[in-house]
C-alpha cells in the first residue's frame, strides 16, 4: 500500500512538472516568436497580426530565436529558374527579406507578399514587366516534410527489422509496442471496415503512410522549437497534394460497379437520369468535390488551432503593450489556456489524421465495391 502511495505521488509530481516545463518552453517560444518576422509595427508595437500570419505563412529560412535584436536562423537553399537562367543561393542572401540579391527579394506587400519576385532596386520594388519566375526553393515545410518523411523511414524501418528478427509472435518492446496497436488500429479499424476484407489489403500501404506522415507532421507543428513549428499540414498545398494522390488513387483502382453507381444509380426514380441526366450530374460533381473537402478540412482544423495558441500567447502582449500590470495579470490565464489548447491539439492531431485516412478509406471502398460489403 506505502509503495503504491508513493509510486501515485510520484507520478503526480512528474505529471505536474512536465506540464511546467512545457508550458515554460511554449512561453520561451512564444516570446522569440513575437519578435520575429514583423513582430512589431513601425512605431515598436507588437503586431499580433503579423506574428500569427507570420507563423502560419511558410518561409524561406527557420527562425529559432532572437538574441537581442538579432535573430537566428537557419538558412534554406534558393531554387530560382528566371529566363532560363538557374539562380541557386542560401536565403541569409536576403538578410532576413531586408535587401535584395542578384535582382531578387522577397515582396513586402501585395498579392505575392512574403514570395521571391524579381525586384527593380533595393528598396525590393517589384518589377512588372518580370518575365515568369520558377521558384523551386527548399522553404520551411518543405525541409520540415524532408525532416518528418527521415523520421518516419527511420522509425518503421527499424521496427519492420525487429519483427523480421523475432517474428510476429515475439512480445512487442519500446517503440515497436506503441506503433503495433495503431498499425492494426488502421488495419482493422479503417482499412478493413470500409474497404472490405478483399482489397483492403491493397490499399493498406498507402492508407498507413497517409495515417503517420499527417500524425507525425501534426505533432512536429506543435513543438516549438526546431525540427518542430512549422505549419506543414495547415499548407493548403500540402493538403491539395494529399487529397489529390486520394483522388487519382481511387480513380485509378475503381471498378466497373463504381462507375455504374454514378452513371446509373440504383434504386434511383428513371426521371431523375432521364431526360435531364440530374443524378450523373450530381454523382460526377461529387467526385470533385470529395477530395477538396479533404484538403479544406486538414487545413482548416490544423491552422485555426495554430492561430488559437498564438492568439492566447498574443494577448499577453498585446495587453503589456497598454500597460505593463494587464500583461502580467493576464499572463497566468492566457498561460493556463495555452497549456489547455496544446493537449487539444494532440488530440486533434490524432483526430485529423484518422479522419482524412478514414474518409481516403471509405473513397477506396466505394471504388472497389463488394456484393455483401456494406
Not at 62 to 73: E, L, R, Y
Not at 141 to 164: A, D, H, K, P
Not at 254 to 268: D, E, L, Q, R
Request: net charge neutral.
Amino acid at each position: 500500500m506505502l509503495l503504491r502511495c508513493g509510486e501515485s505521488l510520484i507520478f503526480r509530481c512528474f505529471r505536474k512538472i512536465i506540464v511546467l516545463v512545457f508550458s515554460g518552453v511554449l512561453m520561451l517560444s512564444a516570446t522569440n516568436a513575437s519578435a520575429a518576422g514583423g513582430g512589431h509595427d513601425e512605431d515598436g508595437k507588437f503586431n499580433a497580426g503579423d506574428v500569427i500570419i507570420g507563423h502560419i505563412l511558410d518561409s524561406y529560412d527557420w527562425h529559432i530565436m532572437d538574441i537581442g535584436s538579432t535573430p537566428v536562423s537557419i538558412p534554406l537553399p534558393v531554387l530560382l529558374m528566371y529566363e532560363g537562367r538557374f539562380y541557386f543561393f542560401l536565403s541569409s542572401r536576403f538578410h532576413h527579406g531586408h535587401i535584395a540579391y542578384k535582382g531578387f527579394g522577397i515582396a513586402r506587400e501585395g498579392p505575392k507578399k512574403g514570395r521571391i519576385v524579381k525586384v527593380l532596386d533595393e528598396e525590393l520594388t517589384p518589377d512588372p514587366q518580370a518575365s515568369f519566375l520558377l521558384d523551386l526553393s527548399i522553404t520551411k515545410n518543405v525541409f520540415s516534410v524532408f525532416i518528418s518523411g527521415f523520421l518516419i523511414c527511420v522509425i518503421f524501418i527499424s521496427v519492420g527489422r525487429r519483427y523480421q528478427r523475432g517474428g510476429s509472435q515475439e512480445v512487442p518492446r519500446g517503440l515497436q509496442s506503441f506503433l503495433e496497436p495503431i498499425i492494426l488500429f488502421v488495419r482493422d479499424e479503417i482499412a478493413l471496415s470500409a474497404i472490405g476484407e478483399k482489397h483492403h489489403q491493397r490499399f493498406l500501404p498507402y492508407l498507413l503512410t497517409l495515417f503517420f506522415f499527417i500524425f507525425f507532421n501534426n505533432l512536429l507543428g506543435l513543438v516549438p522549437f526546431f525540427p518542430g513549428g512549422a505549419n506543414v499540414t495547415g499548407n493548403i498545398s500540402v493538403t491539395l497534394v494529399l487529397a489529390l494522390f486520394t483522388f487519382f488513387t481511387t480513380q485509378l483502382f475503381s471498378t466497373k460497379g463504381y462507375w455504374t453507381h454514378i452513371f446509373n444509380t440504383p434504386g434511383v426514380p428513371v426521371w431523375l437520369k432521364l431526360p435531364l441526366p440530374l443524378m450523373p450530374i450530381i454523382e460526377i460533381v461529387g467526385v470533385f468535390i470529395k477530395p477538396f473537402v479533404l484538403m479544406v478540412r486538414l487545413f482548416a482544423n490544423i491552422t485555426a488551432g495554430h492561430m488559437i495558441i498564438l492568439g492566447f500567447v498574443s494577448l499577453i502582449f498585446v495587453l503589456g503593450s497598454v500597460a505593463s500590470v494587464m500583461g502580467f495579470v493576464i499572463s497566468p490565464l492566457s498561460l493556463v489556456f495555452l497549456v489547455f489548447m496544446n493537449f487539444i491539439e494532440l488530440l486533434v492531431a490524432f483526430l485529423q489524421a484518422y479522419v482524412f485516412t478514414l474518409f481516403s478509406a471509405l473513397f477506396f471502398g466505394m471504388a472497389v465495391p463488394e456484393e455483401h460489403h456494406h
